[in-house]
């Protein structure tokens, strides 16, 4: 399966990516996770220490000149051996750091995000194993291609009007482009809290209340994994996942 993680700044995803992919790792699934965001947070989230952490592919001029030239852009660059080349190992997780597809900035804008879609596009449609990327507010940036082979997008929100009108507009844009098997997350809320109503949320699976022993280790660590509430993640995590695959599969597949 191939997810999205998506959501309003700050809201949880880079953490709840990092929680559903050590919870497939621990099911025994081949799981990659790609760090799609201009902050750059997915490895430490992961307890990578930061001289672990690669440089985002985003910032790898060299092999983006390699593979997609400048000048004449190659819009189909080979990249089937780039997972392999940049992953890093952890806890039993294969981690890529491209950076963001929406901003690509510096030099050579254009051809770093050739490259990055291409990439991307190779882990979703070539690749059997599962694929969890943490994505940036939208998820137009991926491409048509790419967002119609993705098997479901989780869309994270706090319990307030400003981050579910946010949730609510990236749920109407990816099903625009036919991803429509959606999960809302409730990150920081209670079990039972009621959602006002705002049309077009996708349907809620899963509420994750504040947790207290992230806060007190956010101090000391950026890590998110191995916290006392790990039973609760996994709960909640398994229920994201099973009602991804309730849902009718994409009409394009
Ligand atoms: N349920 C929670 N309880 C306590 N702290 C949390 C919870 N979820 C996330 N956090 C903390 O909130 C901060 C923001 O989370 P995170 O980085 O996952 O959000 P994000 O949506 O990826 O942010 P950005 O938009 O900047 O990429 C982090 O310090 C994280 O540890
Ligand atoms: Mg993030």
Redesign the pocket.
Known sequence: MKLAVA?K????????TAWIGDYLSRQGRDTWLVDA?T?L?LGS?LGLSPQDVPIPLIQDEALIRERVGSGFINLNPQVADLPERLRVRTGGLDLVVMGSVAGAGGGCACEANALLKALLAHLIVERDQWVVV?LEAGVEHLGRGTVSAVDGLVV?SEPSWRSLSVAARIAGMAAELGLTRQALVL??AENGSTLPDIPGLPPLTAA????TG??ER?LTSPS?LDLPERPALDLACAAILAALADQEPQPSR
């Open positions: 959501g700044g700050g809201v949880g995803k880079t953490s709840l965001d902050a947070s989230a943490d994270v990150n920081r994750i209340p504040a947790l992230l806060t956010q998110v």
